[in-house]
């Protein structure tokens, strides 16, 4: 099992950025799929973007594509979000997430850092 913390969060106003990092710890494997989700006050959880882990490649959530960027730091086992251009509408918990491989489930999850965009 691999342990995640996240931490970055906090308040921004609108068009303004943060990073969000998230540290893994624990066994993990190079096959590994690291993501980011976020929920809202009332809305059910929500996937952000995600990184395979040795390849690099990444996914998007079309709301996020061109603003987040997603990347990883292997030797520092830390993936990261870079978040720009934001919007009060991605004000959300945002909680990283690990996957054993594609297609399985995200069985791992951080304790979330709240990000708050205010207009």
Avoid at 32 to 49: D, H, L
Avoid at 94 to 103: L, T
Wanted: charged content about 15%.
């Amino acid at each position: 099992q691999v342990q995640l913390v996240e931490s970055g969060g906090g308040l921004v106003q609108a068009g303004g950025s943060l990073r969000l990092s998230c540290a893994a710890s624990g066994r993990t494997f190079s096959s590994y799929v690291m993501g980011w989700f976020r929920q809202a006050p009332g809305n059910e959880r929500a996937f952000v973007a995600a990184i395979h882990w040795s390849t690099g490649s990444t996914y998007y959530a079309d709301s996020v594509e061109g603003r987040f960027t997603i990347s990883r730091d292997n030797a520092k086992n830390t993936m990261f979000l870079q978040m720009n251009s934001l919007e009060p509408e991605d004000t959300a918990v945002y909680y990283c997430a690990a996957a054993r491989g594609v297609h399985t489930d995200f069985t791992s999850w951080g304790q979330g850092t709240q990000v708050t965009v205010s207009s």
